[in-house]
Structures are given as C-alpha cells and as structure tokens.
C-alpha cells in the first residue's frame, strides 16, 4: 500500500497468495522497490508460515504418538503380570482399594470408564484399562484369565451384578470380591458369582458402633493393621509344603521363643479357623497362620512358613 498506492484489498490478496505460495499472478504491475519488497517478504514470510505449519504438525503428531507409545507400554506391563488383582471402577473406594493394594506390594490393574480419571490414574502411578468394565473384551485386556482376583466396585448394583457374571464366565475359578449399596444386591451378587460380597455402609457404621463400645479393641486391630508402627502388626501367612514346619506342634516350632511372636489363629483348607491354638496344635500344608508382632520377625517367620 506504502511503496505501489495500492488499495487495502489488493496489497492483501498479494500478499496472502505470496505467503501461501499460490502466486496467480501481480495485480498491477509492480515497480523494484515493490520486487525487492516481494522478496523479502517470500523469504521472510513463507519461512515463517512454513515453521508454523511444521511446528503445529510436530505437536499434534508427537501428541498422539506419546499416547499411543504409552497406551503400547502399559500393555506390555499388563500382558506380564500373573496373579494381579483387577479393580473395576477407580471412584473414591476403588482409588483407596487400590492405594492399599499397591502398599501391599499386590500387582493392581484397573479398568475404568471415565476418561476424566486417566490422567488421576496415570499420576497415581496404577496400570488400567480405559473402558466398560461390562465389555468382556476389556476384563480379558486386563488378564482376568491370568489374574489372581477381581473385585468389583462400580457405581450401581447393577453394574456390579452384570460384572461379577461376566467374569465367572471368564474364569470360573476367579476370587470375585463386589460391593453392594442395597441390602438387597447382596444376594444378586452372591447368585450371580461373587465369593465375598462387601458393604461399604454396613462396614462405616459397624466401624463407628464398635469404636463407641469397645475402643481399646478397635485401637489395637487399627495399629495391627495399619502397618504404621514396627511394634505391633498383623499379617496372615500360608503354609506350603516345603515348609520344615509341617506337622511340628506349636511348642516344637520355637516360634515364641526365636521370633517374639503370638500365634492367634490358624485357618485350616476348608475355611474352619482354630482360634488361639494349643501347644499340641501342628501346621499342615495349606493352613493359613495369622500371626501378631513385629514386622522384621513376621517375615522371618514368612520365609519359614512358605519358602
């Protein structure tokens, strides 16, 4: 407009078609000092919009690349992992059920539907599925057929009713654990498959009545099981059958004497549990032992137990 007295339209459409490297051809007929000007807005220009367009590209491309490199990397993890445990639906019980797990050292994969959470579940550090836990293809995506349990937390009874008969058809011999919010879902989940059928609600308020009448209690067992203190902790450890402590009584095991710790149940294979066990009382393969006392010695005792 400057240099040629053009008009606005017309010192824009050239150059737009100069940028863009269209290049129809000049409008009027253009001077030297409008040449020189149309040169060094090609190399100055066009390079500009060509970095532009290549940076955009760049971004979107490498975008999409790192989710799929991740996506193919958590996979990879999944495809490895035996015996996990797979937990449906990563609400505030599933974030919580998890955080405990992973605490525990137990391999967790979660499959979630709500795509706000992967960026919760990707900073949480856990391996999920994204998708319907309703749809089988993501329950065998998540190796319900390698994994060791599932439990089952999703929004509705519903849910969870049509989740827990999905994955017994998977893997008929699944530990499936469910949580129900109506005192009638209970029975649906059992029917349906469910080993263990768990209610938050019930569990809440069975919780508050026992720290109101017996709140010693309820301080011991929270210590026990909190894992906070090395003082005092709970664990339950299986029996093999390698163990040298099999068919040894409880007062020729030593387990009082060498490690410091209270015997307080032992859990026979057909689910009957033999409380504060006599001296006489032996291990047998596939008994579970639940025993109290520190950290340090319950694994000494576990590397006894199950070699």
């Excluded at 409008?27 to 807005?41: A, E, M, P, S």
């Excluded at 599925?129 to 929004?155: F, H, P, T, Y």
């Excluded at 919780?207 to 210590?223: E, G």
């Amino acid at each position: 407009m400057i240099i040629e007295d053009w008009r606005f339209l017309d010192a824009l459409y050239m150059t737009i078609i100069t940028i863009s490297t269209v290049g129809y051809r000049e409008v009027n007929q253009v001077g030297d000092i409008g040449r020189i000007f149309t040169i060094c807005l090609v190399l100055v220009g066009v390079g500009f919009t060509f970095y532009v367009m290549a940076a955009v590209v760049q971004f979107m491309v490498e975008g999409r690349v790192r989710i799929i490199m991740g996506r193919r990397r958590l996979d990879k993890k999944i495809d490895r992992l035996k015996n996990h445990y797979i937990v449906c639906g990563y609400g505030r019980i599933g974030r919580v059920l998890c955080r405990n797990l992973q605490k525990a050292r137990y391999d967790v994969v979660v499959v979630e539907k709500n795509p706000d959470l992967v960026p919760v579940m990707d900073a949480d550090g856990v391996l999920y599925v994204s998708g319907d836990a309703a749809d089988e293809a993501n329950l065998i995506k998540a190796g319900i057929e390698r994994a060791k349990g599932i439990v089952a937390v999703l929004a509705t009874d519903t849910d969870n009713v049509f989740l827990v008969l999905s994955a017994r058809q998977l893997a008929p011999d699944l530990t499936i654990i469910a949580r129900a919010s109506q005192e009638g879902a209970k029975s649906k989940l059992q029917a349906a498959g469910a080993n263990s059928v768990e209610s938050p609600y019930e569990m809440g308020a069975a919780s508050m009545a026992h720290r109101i009448i017996r709140p010693t209690v309820t301080n011991f067992i929270d210590l026990a099981m909190a894992h906070t203190r090395k003082d005092i902790q709970m664990e339950e450890i299986p029996v093999s059958e390698s163990s040298k402590l099999i068919n040894v009584a409880l007062k020729d095991s030593g387990i009082r004497q060498d490690f410091n710790l209270i015997i307080i149940a032992i859990k026979k294979p057909d689910g009957s549990m033999l409380f504060n066990p006599s001296f006489e009382a032996a291990f047998m393969p596939g008994d579970t032992v639940i025993a109290v006392g520190e950290e340090e010695n319950l694994q000494k005792l576990e590397k006894i137990l199950n070699p």
